[in-house]
């Protein structure tokens, strides 16, 4: 009884182990991937000779000003430019 209750344990403890390990890796990589957009979005952003520079500017504006997350900016402002 005794060995089963310590299998379930140390299952347990590496089952939570590994996930804690993958979360924090998945969201380093997140994050990472998160601020390389954000960098790439506010340099076209700041590109005044690029076509899409006001739909870039509409994203970050959004964004920026904490009206609405990232990705719903970014649909938000797609939606607003594909009509026009």
Known sequence: MINHL????????AFVG???IMY???K?????AKAKYLRELIDQKNDLS???EPFYTCVYEKWN???????EANAMCSLKF???
């Open 18 to 20: 590994i996930a804690e």
């Open 28 to 32: 380093k990589e997140y994050l990472r």
């Open 82 to 84: 594909e009509e026009n």
């Open 50 to 52: 690029s076509l899409n």
């Open 24 to 26: 924090w890796l998945y």
């Open 6 to 13: 310590i299998v379930i344990f140390v299952f347990s403890l």
């Open 65 to 71: 000003s904490g009206e609405m997350p990232l990705s």
